[in-house]
């Protein structure tokens, strides 16, 4: 029971690696799983499942661009369950359906969901975390995209991406006297996310797939258990890495 006495809240979390995390944080044995995301209906049916499967699991209504929803599910969170000790910055939106690479509207969408929706998680997280005076761990849901460029991706999708990687190193180094630690997962060629475009397009899949020494897709669950290593203690000495899971593909 890898998450024991645990409470974690994940954005994100209706669907796709935002809700594989919730399942496996809760099999591991978490005193309480809070789901968040936009997609209520998905998002209650998620929590019910894990519910259903023996987990102890809820689900809110958060828009990560929303501080004073963040403010209201951070508090929620501490007042139903005595605190927060793990938070999981995993909502986000693809860049890879615009046509424009340029776009304005586009830049701006992104950098507010990937990017500021990961700032105020952090903000009111990590402010629960020193409130109830315990250790904590966030872990912010970056990409391959926020490593190196691709052609085909709207700029703004890898901006983003590499603003979380780094404001996780700021973090990091901001609040480690207190305990907590600030960490990256960097997930390359998965599932394609709901608002994929040519990412989802099996020729470009293919093309990117001959890039990936492992020599396939990763799956949902591969992500959740980096994630699962780094809200456990089982990583006390780990603060500011970035955790690639890509199959190896940034490593040629
Ligand atoms: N799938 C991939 O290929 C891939 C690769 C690298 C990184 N990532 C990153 O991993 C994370 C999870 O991606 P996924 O593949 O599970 O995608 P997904 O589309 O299945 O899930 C993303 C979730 O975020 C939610 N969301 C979107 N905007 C939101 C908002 N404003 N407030 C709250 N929730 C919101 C969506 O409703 C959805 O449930 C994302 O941050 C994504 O950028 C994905």
């Known amino acids: 029971m890898r998450m024991k006495g645990k409470v974690a809240l994940i954005t994100g979390a209706a669907s796709g690696m935002g809700a594989a995390t919730a399942r496996l944080l809760a099999r591991e044995g978490a005193k309480a799983v809070v789901l968040a995301d936009v997609l209520d209906r998905e998002g209650e049916a998620t929590a019910a499942a894990i519910t259903k499967a023996g987990g102890t699991a809820h689900y809110v209504h ?32 693809s860049g890879s359906a615009e046509q424009d690479l340029y776009d304005t509207d586009a830049w701006n969408r992104l950098m507010g969901i990937n990017a500021t929706g990961v700032f105020l998680g952090m903000k009111h997280g990590i402010a629960a975390m020193r409130k109830g005076g315990r250790r904590g761990s966030v ?57 994929s475009g040519r990412t989802a397009d099996p020729e470009q899949r293919a093309k990117t797939l001959k890039g990936v020494p492992l020599g396939r897709a990763g799956e949902v669950d591969e992500v959740a258990y980096a994630i699962l290593f780094l809200a456990s203690d089982e990583s006390s000495y780990v603060t500011g890495a970035e955790l690639v899971v890509d199959g190896g593909w940034t490593a040629v």
């Open 139 to 195: 872990i912010n849901l970056s990409s391959i995209s926020g490593i190196v460029g691709q052609a085909y991706i709207h700029v703004g999708y890898n901006a983003s991406k590499g603003a979380v990687r780094l404001i996780t190193k700021a973090a990091a180094a901001q609040h480690g006297r207190e305990g907590i630690r600030v960490n990256s997962v960097h997930p390359g060629l998965m599932p394609p996310m709901r608002t």
């Open 62 to 93: 958060l828009d990560v661009t929303d501080e004073g929803q963040w403010q209201k599910v951070v508090d929620g969170v501490a007042a139903a369950h005595g605190g927060l000790d793990v938070l999981v910055n995993n909502a986000g939106i």
